[in-house]
Every structure is written in C-alpha cells, then in structure tokens.
C-alpha cells in the first residue's frame, strides 16, 4: 500500500494522560499536514510540514499539542495532559512540492475518558 | 479570518437525479477548491478539484464550477447512484502553505 499510513488507528485514554500518533505520509511527499476531525464538521487544519521543517502552526492548536518531523518523511503528533474535548479524529495528509493535492490517511480515533 | 460556507447540510435524491452542493469562501487570494468524499469511518477522498484560472472542470459525472468574482463553487453529480452516499466536503486551499479550509460537510443520501 503506497498511501497514507496512521497509527495506531484507535487510542482510548484516560484524561491527563500523553498520547503520540504517527503518520507516513506517501515516500515521494515532502508536504506533510495534520487536522483535526470532530463528528459532523469537517476537518481541521492543526499544522503544516515542508520536509523536516514546520512552517505553520493553527492558532487553535493548544500548547500541549506538539508534532515533529525529524528526517523530513514520518511525522509524530503527542498531545500532553489529555482532556475530555480532544477526543477527535486525528487526520494526516501529505502532497508533494509544486501540488496542490492532499491524500488523507485513515486518521486516528482519539476518545479521552 | 478565513471560512468555507457549504449549503446545504443534507440533501436526500432519488437514484438518476442530480445533486447540487454549493459552498462560499471567504479569502480572495484561494486559488484551489478541492471536492472530498468521506464514506463513514472512512478517510477523506479527492474526488475533483478545480483551480482559480478555469471556471468548470468535469469527470464523468461529476463536475465542479467556480465564479471567483462571487467567491462561489458548487459539485454537481448527475446520475446520482446508491453509491454516492457519503458526506462531502469543499474546501479552499489558502496562504503559503495551502492548508485546506473545509465546509462543514454535505451528507447525500441516494435513494434506490
């Protein structure tokens, strides 16, 4: 499979706890985004990657969400002290330079109890 | 700030007839409008996009039309089939990054 890959697909945790979500994005991709997708909205731009570099982040996005992208290919999204309002669909899409064209991962289906 | 308005928010059909979904952006300077198709428990799929130097672009079935003077584009599905019931989403690229602003969603449901 040479799509979008996330995982784990499913993570059901405790309020305060940390969690750490992982996405490979398509291999010739150096675009790399992260949104957030709540039951009936659409998603939600969280923050952007061009290769290793992150170069926008949503003023949304809380001081305990931090994400990475070490070597320029797979990406992690930690979210620390979880709380009961971060249960989401967590998506990743990546594209590659000079396209406008995003692929979307299966995402990763946070719950916080 | 920037904003995608997606109307309406459920449109019911019978299988053959047409659906119609519109949206409305609100930055002037977006110049890509891509149409998702998001099946439930599914990922979101690009199933038609459109950039702001050409007004209609179709692909079988589908075709998307854009009036950049009114900030307005709209997906229409012809021969609609039990298949295209999904939820879609509009969206409209924006800044140097081309992040996506997303509508809140469509849901179509094709009756047989």
Same mark, same amino acid.
């Given at each position: 499979?040479?799509?979008?890959?996330?995982?784990?697909?499913?993570?059901?945790?405790?309020?305060?706890?940390?969690?750490?979500?992982?996405?490979?994005?398509?291999?010739?991709? @150096?675009? /790399?985004? =992260?949104?957030?997708?709540?039951?009936?909205? &659409?998603?939600?731009?969280?923050?952007?990657? +061009?290769?290793? *570099?992150? /170069?926008?982040k949503?003023?949304?996005?809380?001081?305990?969400?931090? *994400?990475?992208?070490?070597?320029?290919?797979?990406?992690t /999204?930690?979210?620390?002290?979880?709380?009961? &309002?971060?249960? $989401?669909?967590?998506?990743? #899409?990546?594209?590659?330079?000079?396209?406008?064209?995003?692929?979307?991962?299966?995402?990763?289906?946070?719950?916080?109890? | 700030?920037?904003?995608?308005? +997606?109307?309406?928010?459920?449109?019911?059909?019978?299988?053959?007839?047409? #659906?119609?979904?519109?949206?409305?952006?609100?930055?002037? *300077?977006?110049?890509?409008?891509? =149409?998702?198709?998001?099946?439930?428990?599914?990922?979101?799929?690009?199933?038609?996009?459109?950039?702001?130097?050409?007004?209609?672009k179709?692909?079988?079935?589908i $075709?998307?039309t854009? @009036?950049?003077? $009114?900030?307005?584009?709209?997906?229409?599905?012809?021969?609609?089939?039990?298949?295209?019931? #999904?939820?879609?989403?509009? $969206?409209?690229?924006?800044? @140097?990054?081309?992040?996506?602003?997303?509508?809140? &969603?469509?849901?179509?449901?094709v009756?047989p």
């Open positions: 499979d040479t799509g979008v890959s996330q995982d784990p697909r499913h993570k059901i945790t405790k309020r305060g706890q940390n969690v750490t979500f992982r996405c490979d994005p398509i291999s010739e991709h @150096n675009r /790399l985004y =992260w949104y957030r997708q709540t039951l009936g909205q &659409g998603p939600e731009f969280l923050t952007y990657f +061009q290769n290793e *570099a992150q /170069l926008e949503s003023r949304l996005l809380s001081d305990r969400f931090s *994400a990475e992208r070490p070597k320029g290919s797979f990406s /999204l930690e979210i620390q002290r979880t709380e009961q &309002g971060d249960s $989401a669909m967590y998506l990743c #899409a990546s594209s590659r330079q000079g396209s406008n064209e995003q692929f979307f991962g299966p995402g990763t289906r946070l719950t916080v109890l | 700030g920037e904003n995608v308005e +997606q109307h309406p928010s459920t449109l019911s059909v019978q299988e053959g007839d047409s #659906a119609v979904i519109k949206c409305t952006y609100s930055d002037s *300077a977006s110049n890509y409008f891509p =149409w998702y198709k998001q099946e439930l428990g599914k990922r979101p799929q690009l199933i038609i996009d459109i950039r702001s130097n050409v007004g209609e179709k692909d079988q079935r $075709a998307v854009l @009036n950049k003077t $009114a900030k307005h584009f709209s997906l229409h599905i012809t021969e609609t089939q039990p298949e295209d019931s #999904a939820v879609y989403f509009c $969206a409209a690229s924006t800044g @140097n990054t081309d992040k996506l602003i997303f509508g809140t &969603g469509t849901r179509l449901q009756f």
